[in-house]
């Protein structure tokens, strides 16, 4: 049977965030809780699947497939959304086999597994990557690796206006920036989309630069017909994409403990660092009134609390979480 396209329409609140920090160099951050847009669908990712949902309904398509790691919130949301609203999925995984929560999750939703090895992972970029599976699953959509691409960036402007119309629940009339933590640039290339310039958005870079965020969203950019601007990019990977060290391990348990927010330390906790970090330097004003999107990615923190706690207790350790 055809996919159709879900009638789901997701909230997500925005709300003060108060740390210690901020509140000693007078600015103010409030959080979009993407986190809070529902228990498995969760995050920025159904803002760039939905757009992909909407192409494989058009082309009748009875399942979409896609690509991740052993640990990817992409790939979990996309089998949440195949479960709850009836279509098949597919997912082509890095590496080995591995058993992780969320492996457990994808299985346990449905979603059909195909291990790729790490050679055939890193062939995803060639052009005829999806000849392939197409012909083994003609009745499947392909999916960018995280929902990439212009669609998933268009599918990410509506945040926006979700900060936008939430604004006077704050008491504020208005804001001095977007904060996001960015792995592909997709989500960061729809905010900027979004703010047509009224705003600017700072990437906060859970990748290494040479993992291409700045060239992805130029691509973006220009494949959108709008100019390269209105953005910058700042390193917070911490020495390499899900990269986890003690320091960056107590600064989440802290502001957790301190804030009542929720974190992942791949992404937005990365984010929140690199922020007050920039705080500290002196490089935000006082007085400034700040938007850090959550974008998700809480299940992912299943596999790591233990080494987080344990890394509290250890100066000189760092580990690796990449599925």
Known sequence: MPLTLPDWAPRAPLEP??????GEAGVALAVLRLDLVDPLVSGNKWFKLAPWLSRAAE???EGVMSLGGAHSNHLHALAAAGRRFGFATLGLLRGDPQDTPTVRDLQALGMELQWLGYGGYRRRHEP??????????????PVPEGGGGLPG???????VD????????????DYHGLWVAAGTG???????????????????????RDHGVQEQVRALLAEAGVADAGYSLLDACRGGFARIDAELAGFLLQAEREGGVPLEPVYTAKALMALRDEVRAGRIAAGSRLVLLHTGGLQGRRALQAEL???????????DVQG
């Open 186 to 208: 997709t989500t960061l290339a729809g905010l900027v989309l979004g703010e047509g310039g009224r705003h600017p958005v700072l990437g906060a870079m859970a990748v290494p």
């Open 17 to 22: 965030l108060r740390l210690s920090w901020l």
């Open 153 to 159: 960036a268009q599918g990410c402007r509506q945040l």
């Open 309 to 319: 706690e344990r890394l509290t207790n250890y100066t000189d350790r760092a580990v």
């Open 128 to 141: 005829d990557f999806w000849v392939s599976w197409q012909r083994r699953y003609p009745r499947f959509q």
């Open 162 to 173: 979700w900060v936008r119309e939430q604004l006077p629940a704050l008491g504020w009339d």
């Open 59 to 61: 082309a009748g398509a």
